[in-house]
């Protein structure tokens, strides 16, 4: 495997030396993101959990790259390993010098052209020779430079619990302080340190040697601002043994605050068209469970609540709130169910999105009124999803799971429900959503001579010629006559192997 991880090795030496001369155009960011497929295609044969340390850490590094010159993050997900395919990793053999991970020895060749550039949260790297010929071979009398094993960023400073659950490299707008949390490995107690903080070239702040001591790791506070928060723009902390560089951590603090514009609803897990052809009435059939929040953002850094309501009659009758994970700018939406088991009454109703408690913005939407149906007519309906790995003849689930979390080597899920009130010929379907994207769509008619009126009926999604179902987010949402009746939410690991 070395030969592998040597050439994209190269190849990412090639591209970091073309970036240092500061021409980055159309074409050249077309070949980053070919590199990072490569990379993430890697993860299939790559088994050593150092090698695959090794991929995670470039690819995050390009994708930084992406993110700071178009305002779009890169897929970075590693590829799941193939046992098929995967060679094992080789036997590392004990070392009286051992060398830094490569994973921290990438910082040090590219730690000018990060400062230079100000590019977007590259994580703590060390450095690396640009070639086999320029690394001197370690002397039997050369004792090794210490490198940092951890790090973590976070916006508190703690002294006996670590920041990793909390770790970041991209803070709000108005973050107040900033702290860096890591271990040494290889440092004696009379080993001399110190950090230093730069934006761009410029140093902010640094701290005056000191010698390590017996602490297995430190917490520093590298960054605090006065009442409106630290300054925005991209920063990295250097640490130092003597004057040497042995890590690099970077951050980024946005300089725009969290907001919420272009709110818009639907009754279908489908963004409405903008421009001449957007809806100027926002009022849903009768019988609408499941309403859809689209909105534009910016601002938006990890751990943000962000929360949608509901309202009718001026009280909040539904909610429903996230810690954010994704990037700082984009589009999201938010599905929100009628509370209990009954489809949103007729009426006028106001949802809202909430940042961090307070208010973005506020759109109105309004359920009509159905007509009169004949006296003791059953309206068809069907009743909440049970999202299962099978079910027997009767509609019983089988293997139905905690929280709907679905292990990696899934290949069909079913979607369980019971109905009533159900004629023959009546239109229904089940749309089946991975990550925001429709993955499948089934259409189909009702048969009363097969299924009846009421009962318990299923939907099922499978992958293709047996093929596994991919890791992700999933949803599924019923309709009859286009009319969304229930969604059920549910998630498949991604495949992570055994290191």
């Known amino acids: 495997m070395n030969g592998l991880m040597d050439t994209l090795q190269r190849q990412h030496q090639e591209k970091l030396e073309r970036l240092n001369e500061g021409a980055l155009d159309e074409a050249f960011l077309g070949e980053i993101h070919a590199l990072i497929t490569t990379l993430q295609e890697a993860g299939a044969i790559v088994a050593g959990p150092t090698e695959r340390g090794q991929l995670r850490a470039l690819m995050r590094f390009w994708g930084n790259v992406v993110y700071d010159h178009t305002g779009v993050y890169p897929n970075t997900m590693l590829h799941p390993l193939d046992p098929a395919r995967a060679s094992r990793p080789e036997e590392k053999v004990p070392s009286r010098h051992p060398m830094p991970r490569l994973v921290w020895m990438l910082v040090g060749g590219a730690a000018a ?91 902010v702040t640094a701290s005056s040697p000191n010698p390590w001591g017996q602490e297995p790791q430190q917490t520093i506070r590298v960054l605090t601002g006065g009442p409106e928060g630290v300054e925005p723009g991209q920063y990295q902390t250097l640490i130092y043994v003597g004057e040497e560089v042995i890590g690099a951590q970077s951050f980024h603090v946005l300089d725009s605050p969290p907001r919420v514009s272009n709110l818009q609803i ?133 293997l139905n799971v905690p929280e709907n979390r679905f292990d990696w080597n899934t290949k069909a899920v079913y979607a369980i429900f019971d109905y009533q009130g159900m004629t023959d010929g009546l239109a229904w379907s089940a749309v089946w959503m991975r990550s925001g994207q429709e993955v499948k769509r089934q259409e189909k008619f009702w048969d009363v001579a097969v299924a009846g009126t009421e009962g318990t009926h299923w939907a099922v999604h499978y992958g293709e010629a047996g093929q596994l179902l991919p890791g992700g987010t999933y949803s599924v949402t019923l309709y009859i006559k286009n009319i969304a009746q229930r969604t059920a939410d549910f998630s498949i690991l991604y495949y992570v192997p055994v290191e």
């Open 113 to 203: 052209v990060v400062i230079a550039l100000g590019l977007v949260a590259i994580g703590w790297m060390g450095r690396f020779p640009d070639s086999a010929e320029e690394a001197p071979t370690p002397t039997p009398t050369e004792t090794p430079l210490p490198f940092v094993s951890y790090a973590a960023l976070g916006t508190e400073q703690t002294e006996n619990v670590t920041l990793s659950a909390a770790s970041t490299d991209i803070f709000c707008s108005g973050t107040s302080e900033i702290s860096a949390q890591f271990a040494l490995e290889g440092a004696e107690p009379e080993t001399r340190w110190h950090w230093e903080l730069k934006r761009a070239d410029e140093t």
């Open 266 to 398: 639907t009754d279908v897990p489908k963004r409405p068209p903008e421009g001449p052809d957007s809806p100027n009435e926002n009022t849903f059939a009768p019988g609408a469970r499941v309403v859809y929040l689209n909105y534009d953002y910016e601002g938006f850094c990890p751990g943000l609540e962000v929360t949608a309501a509901i309202y009718y009659k001026g009280e909040s009758i539904q909610d429903s709130a996230e810690s954010w994970d994704g990037v700082p700018q984009g589009r999201g939406q938010i599905n929100l169910q009628a509370p209990g088991s009954l489809p949103f009454s007729p009426g006028s109703y106001e949802a809202a999105v909430l940042v961090a408690g307070e208010e973005q913005a506020r759109v109105e939407f309004t359920i009509g009124q159905s007509e009169p149906e004949a006296p003791e007519e059953v309206p068809p309906a069907f009743g909440d999803i049970t999202v299962a790995l099978g079910a027997q003849p009767n509609g019983t689930p089988i």
